[in-house]
């Protein structure tokens, strides 16, 4: 209860933050960012050798990002990550001594809710794919599976430190899919992140 308490508190806080500077909303629309995302579950910050590989395919992906804001409120992203791994960078992941690739690709819409004239709050939802070259084989359990996918919502603060160039964190909870439906406050479920994009 003092959690949900305390996270009711904190995102009172950033939106009066927000709104304290909303008196000009920050112009994006029809603006494209590039930059990188690296966006992490929590088993990721625990999970073994490879950090962009923790212990599920489901995981947000870590990599570059592309941002369009089709106006001042919308807008959708795509981020493309990609691993590759071999010898002992497997073996706290991966029963596996062979070599390793992975692609993961999300596709995320924001919707800024608070807008200001340095920083965005924003909710967003991510579609979130993994595939790998392998059969996992992971300590916990084989999964019997090289795909894996996941849904994800969470908030989004943006802070534009000049004209062109802005750093995002993410926090949210993910949704898992693999031979099962997983979804809590802990572990793969729970996620945060950071990044960076400059605005063309």
Do not use: C
């Not at 933050?17 to 930059?35: C, Q």
């Not at 579950?41 to 570059?64: E, K, M, R, V």
């Not at 999300?106 to 800024?112: A, S, T, V």
Request: proline share 3%.
């Amino acid at each position: 209860m003092n959690s949900v308490r305390n996270s009711v508190l904190v995102l009172v806080a950033l939106g009066l933050l927000f709104a304290s500077s909303a008196a000009e909303a920050k112009d994006v629309a029809g603006r494209f960012g590039l930059g990188l995302d690296n966006t992490m579950t929590a088993a990721t910050l625990a999970g073994g050798a490879i950090p962009a590989s923790p212990n599920s395919l489901n995981a947000p992906t870590l990599g570059l990002s592309l941002k369009y804001w089709i106006d001042n409120d919308w807008a959708i992203a795509g981020v493309l990550g990609f691993l590759y791994a071999t010898g002992e960078a497997t073996q706290n992941v991966y029963n596996d001594d062979g070599g390793i690739w992975a692609f993961s690709l999300d596709f995320k819409g924001i919707y800024n809710f608070v807008k200001g004239d340095k920083a965005n709050l924003g909710a967003f939802a991510t579609l979130h794919m993994r595939k790998e070259s392998v059969t996992l084989k992971r300590p916990e359990g084989p999964y019997h599976s090289d795909f894996g996918f996941a849904f994800a919502l969470g908030f989004t603060p943006e802070v534009f430190l000049t004209d062109d160039f802005a750093l995002n964190v993410e926090f949210g909870l993910n949704l898992r899919f693999q031979q099962g439906v997983a979804f809590g406050i802990s572990g793969d479920n729970l996620l945060g992140g950071f990044g960076f994009h400059y605005y063309f």
